[in-house]
């Protein structure tokens, strides 16, 4: 089981800040991209940031200034430091690694079960 697993999601103030977790574990060979999604309720998932194999990273608009993606490729791991929390920022967030598992020929995404983050005074 190749599964990453997010952990960091929880109910903050406007204005405050949160630090979301997503490690990959199990047979893997390689990773290359991860990224951070977003679905809040009645709209469709939307890319937040995502980073490059050689940490080259990219952010919505809506949370440019505001949010960081960075990875530790040690730990297999990519971390959201999300910070100055608007109420429009509340929804399930999803981790997605690209990897090659053990015994596979290609790259494969590879999706979390998703951590709710909830900005709300």
């Known amino acids: 089981q190749v599964q990453p697993v997010e952990s960091g999601g929880g109910l903050v103030q406007p204005g405050g800040s949160l630090r979301l977790s997503c490690a990959a574990s199990?047979?893997?060979?390689?990773?290359?991209?991860m990224g951070w999604y977003r679905q809040a309720p009645g709209k469709e998932r939307e890319l937040v940031a995502g980073?490059?194999?050689?940490?080259?990273?990219n952010y919505a608009d809506s949370v440019k200034g505001r949010f960081t993606i960075s990875r530790d490729n040690a730990k297999n791991t990519v971390y959201l430091q999300m910070n100055s929390l608007k109420p429009e920022d509340t929804a399930v967030y999803y981790c997605?690694?690209?990897?090659?598992?053990?015994?596979?020929?290609?790259?494969?995404?590879?999706w979390g079960q998703g951590t709710q983050v909830t900005v709300s005074s």
């Open positions: 199990g047979s893997i060979r390689s990773i290359t991209s």
């Open positions: 997605r690694a690209r990897m090659k598992r053990l015994l596979s020929p290609t790259f494969d995404d590879y």
């Open positions: 980073i490059s194999g050689d940490g080259v990273t």
